[in-house]
């Protein structure tokens, strides 16, 4: 199993940077990681930063804000190393759930978030109304925004999929 240090940040020149790759408002990301209500983090191996992620945690419901992993650290199971970890600190936090939202079009992070145990919940309709342009990723219209959660009481020991 791949080991990795997830260690808070405040540091938006390095935070932005990296989660530019979830969400392209540079902007939102910031305001985002000053809201008090997120506690935003920076995964490591070693020297290198190799992802970040933001949740807001709750009891009942912690959300998965922005995960993302670094181009270069990709698809060698480091995404799934944080998901490990944020699901660890949620089960000893006594988090019930963990929601996560993600476009419509965004067949490759749909693909992931399941891989991960997460599973459809809700349909946000017409979420990225706000965007003043036309948005598309893999040929489709960015629109609405697929909940999907994850329920930790229903988690066996190992807590990613085989
Ligand atoms: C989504 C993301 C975090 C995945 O991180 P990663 O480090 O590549 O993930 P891992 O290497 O741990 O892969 C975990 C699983 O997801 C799968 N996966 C990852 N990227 C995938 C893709 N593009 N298409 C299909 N499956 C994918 C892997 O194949 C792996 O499955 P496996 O366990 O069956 O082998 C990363 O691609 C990323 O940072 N993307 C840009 C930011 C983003 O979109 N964030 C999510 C929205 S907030």
Known sequence: MLSIEIVPSKDATILVPILHEAEEGDERI???IEDPSTT????QVGDDIVGAVVMRWAPAESEIVYIATEPAWRGQGYGK??????????????TAEIIVGTANAGLDQIAF????????????KNFFDYFPAPVYENG???????MLKLVVADLPDETTHP
Request: aromatic share 10%; glycine share 4%.
């Open 140 to 146: 489709i219209r960015l629109q609405d925004m697929l």
């Open 30 to 32: 910031l305001k985002t």
């Open 40 to 43: 935003a983090y920076l995964a």
């Open 81 to 94: 190393a944080i998901m490990r970890w944020i699901i660890e600190e949620a089960q000893r936090r006594g």
């Open 113 to 124: 978030y399941q891989k991960c145990g997460f599973r459809m919940d809700s349909v946000r």
